[in-house]
């Protein structure tokens, strides 16, 4: 069966500090993978998509970028954090249609 | 821009009753899902809707498509205060890589 892993769970990080989270797929191959950002008590906001290896499309204009070196591992960095990139943010595969969810990592930038 | 809105907001509700909540879409699509999150969770998936007049159904909880109205129904029967949770709908634009864009999300609170 397949699992998603992100980590770390939650984090703390000061403003203008580097950000990078992490999220791995086991169990399937090839999969699509994803990054959404939820603010506290709001919806989810499609960040970066992939399709492949290298293949990122980006949604939204910001000061984050992603990377998916290898198949099954997809990157979330920035090399400064604003306060406004507090938030819940999961990474998700798909291979057809339904997208499954990881356990997400709740940032905090103070 | 493809728009996804929900309502209620926000769903107060007694055990034992029926509510339903909307899901309404700016653009055609033929492909919605349902999702839920607990308080500080994830997202669960529940239902996957992929044509005209598809109906599911899991327990208490049906959820329905019509893609001419651009409109998706999550109906609730008889509620049980297990159903306690953010629910959220997504309409997937269709292009390559399954670009999902999710409703504002129903918190839904039901009251034993």
């Known amino acids: 069966s397949q699992t998603i892993h992100q980590w770390p769970a939650t984090l703390v990080q000061p403003v203008g500090s580097p950000l990078s989270l992490e999220c791995t797929v086991e169990g399937t191959s090839n999969p699509n993978l994803y990054w959404y950002r939820q603010a506290a008590g709001r919806g989810l906001q499609l960040l970066f998509y992939?399709?492949?290896?290298?293949?990122i499309s980006s949604e939204v204009p910001q000061n984050l970028s992603a990377s998916r070196p290898q198949d099954r591992q997809f990157i979330l960095s920035s090399k400064k954090l604003l306060l406004s990139d507090s938030g819940f943010y999961l990474c998700?595969?798909?291979?057809?249609?339904?997208?499954?969810f990881g356990p997400g990592t709740r940032l905090t930038v103070l | 821009e493809l728009k996804v809105e929900q309502n209620p907001l926000f769903l107060s509700m007694q055990e034992g009753k029926n509510y339903t909540i909307y899901c309404n879409y700016s653009t055609t699509s033929d492909r919605l899902y349902w999702y839920r999150q607990d308080p500080g969770k994830s997202l669960e998936s529940l239902f996957v809707l992929l044509s005209n007049g598809a109906v599911k159904q899991e327990g208490r909880l049906m959820a329905s498509l019509d893609t001419k109205a651009r409109l998706s129904t999550l109906h609730i029967t008889a509620a049980v205060h297990d159903l306690s949770a953010t629910y959220f709908c997504a309409v997937d634009r269709g292009n390559t890589g399954n670009q999902f864009y999710f409703g504002t999300g129903t918190s839904l609170t039901v009251i034993p």
């Open positions: 998700a595969w798909s291979i057809s249609y339904t997208q499954y």
């Open positions: 992939s399709v492949g290896i290298g293949q």
